[in-house]
């Protein structure tokens, strides 16, 4: 039968669920007001604010400079009711609301902006499942929410002496959603014990404001991929790519945000050290999993990853956890033998979520069908836009990407346009049309090593999929032959150089660079460095010798040469190896944090 949160897990997925919003959810809200709240909320958050009609919401984050996640929430615009400026409500679980506040509070320097928690203004209920619309209306509550609006706000009469309820249309579990608020008062209670009746009579899940009620909310959670601060993040310390909630919380479109530069950088450049994943296993009762920050150990000791939450599908009847696992280990459909309390046990790495109601697939397909219409009839801003509202409903359809990235190249945004091929690399990694796209892209922005490279992949992969694995090995070590042979040819003919005038400045760079494409690091950097101290203004350079110390595990070396390097190109108006070096030096942040 399972223990009382798994069994509570199935019903909330048959039926629905009921709870108090302060209860299993702890939830709370932040309300944003003044004059400037709009304009304020629009450079600190990764979303949209700007575009929000009265009435409208979305799920939008908070970073700090260096990309790194502090907090995500929903944000929703209040209807206009005759209030001279735009106000906002921020949902999120009430034990991060203080700190929300204060970071908010504290980039406020001369806008006319107020953050207040207002929590306790409001008595609220969660309803999740495909029971939540007919209950409110047979409890009186006519629903008038767009379909598929997610995140979008009405305050409607109950008919109950002038009450109140504000409705906010959210999935919290994966499931179809709303949550009601209203202000405290004799009538709110009795609506509120009626609809609870209601609930418990439809056969909702009705979860208890205990130990059982947060196991049963916390597992919903992770089957429809929703992270946890304080449990699966710590706050500022996961760049907002290793999360997954990019794709949820981000704008394409809308220009600067906090942190904006860094995830930018680090969509195009490069990826990180590790992202979020889950795991799917298949182990006896009585496994305890490692806690959340413990490091994911191979049963060789290899450190892959670093363990998140854990906990139990009820979709999918297996134990589960989330984990941000390295490179080499997060494609999907990998299987890995890893350690837990009870020895070694293997899982399936899945990209979340999980879990992804029909109804929000069918409303994520309906966009994405919408959007093709308006692509194929020349309308590709309006295309955009519902390709995005469709993948922030289910951020699993690779067409829908497909199509949102091949629009966006179109739009003349390169750099949009790479992020979203890079995220379709996560979800299709065998997919070598990827690469085609990524490397016309890089060509557009001007990096052609980069864009050679993917070219690379994309044959390598063409071909390999219909080969062997080895013969798709046999191709690339043929590849990997033929660079070193003419890495050799030219290590020769600088050494003829270098026999007759040792200190010739473009022999030791020469030397330095075909030691490197022969793999060889270590011998590679005397010369870098003998070349450099020649050529002090020769930003390329400076390149060449922080990618060797680098790969030479010399990162505090490798900053200091990139941060020189970065000052020579900003001088010389060297652009291009001006970005490669502020690439380099920020992936070197990140891995280090």
């Given at each position: 039968?399972g223990?009382?949160?798994i069994q509570?897990?199935r019903?909330a997925r048959?039926?629905?669920?009921?709870?108090p919003w302060d209860a299993a959810?702890?939830?709370?809200?932040?309300?944003?007001?003044?004059?400037d709240?709009?304009?304020?909320l629009?450079a600190q958050?990764t979303?949209?604010v700007?575009?929000?009609q009265?009435g409208?919401?979305?799920?939008?984050a908070?970073?700090d400079?260096?990309g790194n996640?502090g907090?995500w929430?929903s944000l929703h615009?209040l209807p206009?009711r005759?209030?001279p400026?735009?106000?906002?409500l921020?949902?999120?679980p009430?034990?991060?609301i203080?700190?929300v506040v204060?970071?908010l509070?504290r980039f406020?320097?001369?806008?006319?902006v107020f953050?207040e928690?207002?929590?306790g203004?409001?008595?609220?209920l969660?309803l999740?499942g495909?029971?939540?619309?007919n209950?409110m209306a047979?409890?009186?509550l006519e629903i008038?929410v767009?379909?598929?609006?997610?995140?979008?706000?009405?305050?409607l009469?109950?008919?109950?002496?002038g009450?109140?309820?504000?409705v906010i249309?959210r999935?919290f579990?994966?499931d179809?959603g709303y949550l009601?608020?209203f202000p405290?008062?004799p009538?709110?209670?009795?609506?509120?014990a009626?609809a609870?009746?209601?609930?418990?009579?439809?056969?909702?899940?009705d979860l208890?404001?205990?130990?059982?009620?947060r196991?049963?909310?916390?597992?919903?959670q992770?089957?429809?991929?929703?992270?946890?601060?304080?449990?699966?993040?710590t706050?500022?310390?996961r760049v907002?790519p290793?999360t997954?909630?990019?794709?949820t919380t981000v704008?394409?479109t809308?220009?600067?945000y906090?942190?904006q530069?860094?995830?930018?950088r680090i969509r195009?450049?490069?990826s990180v050290p590790?992202a979020l994943?889950?795991?799917?296993?298949?182990y006896?009762?009585?496994t305890d999993?490692p806690?959340p920050g413990?490091p994911?150990?191979?049963?060789?000791?290899?450190?892959i990853?670093?363990?998140?939450?854990?906990?139990y599908s009820?979709?999918?009847?297996?134990?589960?956890?989330?984990?941000?696992l390295?490179?080499a280990?997060r494609?999907?459909?990998?299987?890995?033998?890893?350690?837990?309390?009870?020895?070694?046990v293997t899982a399936?790495?899945t990209?979340?979520?999980?879990?992804?109601?029909v109804d929000?697939?069918?409303q994520?397909?309906?966009?994405?069908?919408?959007?093709?219409?308006?692509?194929n009839?020349?309308?590709?801003?309006?295309?955009i836009?519902?390709l995005?509202?469709?993948?922030?409903?289910?951020?699993?359809?690779?067409?829908?990407f497909?199509?949102l990235g091949?629009l966006l190249?179109?739009a003349?945004?390169?750099?949009?346009?790479?992020d979203?091929f890079r995220r379709l690399?996560e979800a299709?990694?065998a997919e070598?049309?990827?690469?085609?796209?990524l490397?016309?892209?890089?060509?557009?922005i001007?990096d052609?090593?980069?864009a050679?490279?993917?070219?690379a992949?994309?044959?390598?992969k063409k071909f390999?999929?219909g080969?062997?694995p080895?013969?798709?090995?046999?191709?690339a070590?043929?590849e990997r032959?033929?660079?070193?042979?003419?890495?050799r040819s030219k290590q020769?003919?600088?050494?003829?150089?270098?026999a007759?005038?040792?200190?010739?400045?473009?022999?030791?760079?020469g030397?330095?660079r075909?030691l490197?494409?022969l793999?060889?690091p270590?011998a590679?950097e005397p010369?870098?460095?003998?070349?450099?101290h020649?050529?002090?203004?020769?930003?390329?350079?400076?390149?060449?010798?922080?990618?060797?110390?680098l790969e030479?595990?010399?990162?505090p070396?490798a900053?200091?040469v990139?941060q020189r390097g970065?000052?020579v190109?900003s001088?010389k108006?060297?652009?291009?190896?001006?970005?490669e070096m502020e690439h380099?030096l920020?992936?070197l942040d990140v891995n280090?944090?």
């Amino acid at each position: 039968m399972g223990s009382p949160a798994i069994q509570l897990c199935r019903q909330a997925r048959r039926k629905g669920l009921v709870t108090p919003w302060d209860a299993a959810p702890d939830l709370g809200t932040v309300l944003v007001s003044g004059r400037d709240a709009g304009t304020f909320l629009q450079a600190q958050l990764t979303s949209d604010v700007a575009a929000l009609q009265p009435g409208e919401g979305q799920l939008s984050a908070r970073l700090d400079r260096k990309g790194n996640l502090g907090a995500w929430f929903s944000l929703h615009r209040l209807p206009d009711r005759g209030q001279p400026f735009a106000s906002f409500l921020l949902i999120l679980p009430r034990p991060e609301i203080g700190r929300v506040v204060d970071d908010l509070t504290r980039f406020v320097i001369t806008e006319h902006v107020f953050v207040e928690d207002i929590s306790g203004d409001f008595r609220g209920l969660v309803l999740q499942g495909p029971a939540g619309t007919n209950l409110m209306a047979a409890a009186g509550l006519e629903i008038s929410v767009p379909d598929g609006a997610e995140h979008a706000l009405s305050i409607l009469p109950t008919g109950r002496g002038g009450l109140e309820a504000w409705v906010i249309r959210r999935s919290f579990t994966g499931d179809p959603g709303y949550l009601l608020l209203f202000p405290p008062s004799p009538a709110t209670q009795i609506f509120l014990a009626d609809a609870h009746t209601a609930a418990q009579s439809a056969g909702l899940a009705d979860l208890p404001d205990d130990e059982t009620g947060r196991r049963t909310w916390h597992w919903l959670q992770m089957e429809a991929g929703w992270p946890v601060m304080d449990l699966d993040i710590t706050p500022g310390q996961r760049v907002l790519p290793q999360t997954g909630l990019e794709q949820t919380t981000v704008s394409l479109t809308k220009g600067c945000y906090l942190g904006q530069e860094v995830v930018a950088r680090i969509r195009t450049y490069g990826s990180v050290p590790e992202a979020l994943r889950s795991l799917v296993f298949s182990y006896p009762d009585g496994t305890d999993l490692p806690v959340p920050g413990s490091p994911l150990l191979t049963v060789d000791d290899r450190k892959i990853g670093t363990w998140a939450s854990a906990g139990y599908s009820a979709v999918l009847d297996s134990p589960i956890a989330l984990a941000f696992l390295d490179r080499a280990h997060r494609t999907p459909g990998n299987a890995l033998t890893v350690q837990t309390s009870a020895g070694a046990v293997t899982a399936e790495v899945t990209l979340l979520p999980i879990y992804t109601a029909v109804d929000t697939a069918e409303q994520a397909a309906r966009l994405h069908e919408q959007a093709l219409d308006h692509f194929n009839e020349g309308r590709d801003t309006v295309a955009i836009e519902l390709l995005e509202q469709s993948l922030r409903l289910d951020p699993t359809q690779a067409d829908a990407f497909e199509a949102l990235g091949v629009l966006l190249g179109r739009a003349g945004q390169y750099h949009e346009a790479i992020d979203i091929f890079r995220r379709l690399e996560e979800a299709a990694p065998a997919e070598p049309m990827v690469h085609t796209n990524l490397s016309l892209f890089y060509m557009k922005i001007g990096d052609i090593e980069e864009a050679e490279r993917q070219k690379a992949l994309a044959t390598l992969k063409k071909f390999g999929g219909g080969m062997e694995p080895v013969d798709a090995e046999t191709l690339a070590a043929q590849e990997r032959e033929a660079r070193h042979a003419a890495a050799r040819s030219k290590q020769s003919m600088f050494a003829e150089v270098l026999a007759f005038e040792p200190d010739d400045a473009l022999a030791l760079m020469g030397m330095g660079r075909a030691l490197t494409d022969l793999d060889d690091p270590a011998a590679a950097e005397p010369y870098l460095n003998r070349a450099l101290h020649a050529q002090a203004d020769n930003s390329s350079l400076y390149a060449s010798l922080g990618k060797v110390l680098l790969e030479l595990d010399r990162a505090p070396e490798a900053a200091d040469v990139l941060q020189r390097g970065i000052d020579v190109a900003s001088r010389k108006g060297d652009l291009m190896t001006l970005r490669e070096m502020e690439h380099r030096l920020r992936m070197l942040d990140v891995n280090k944090d």
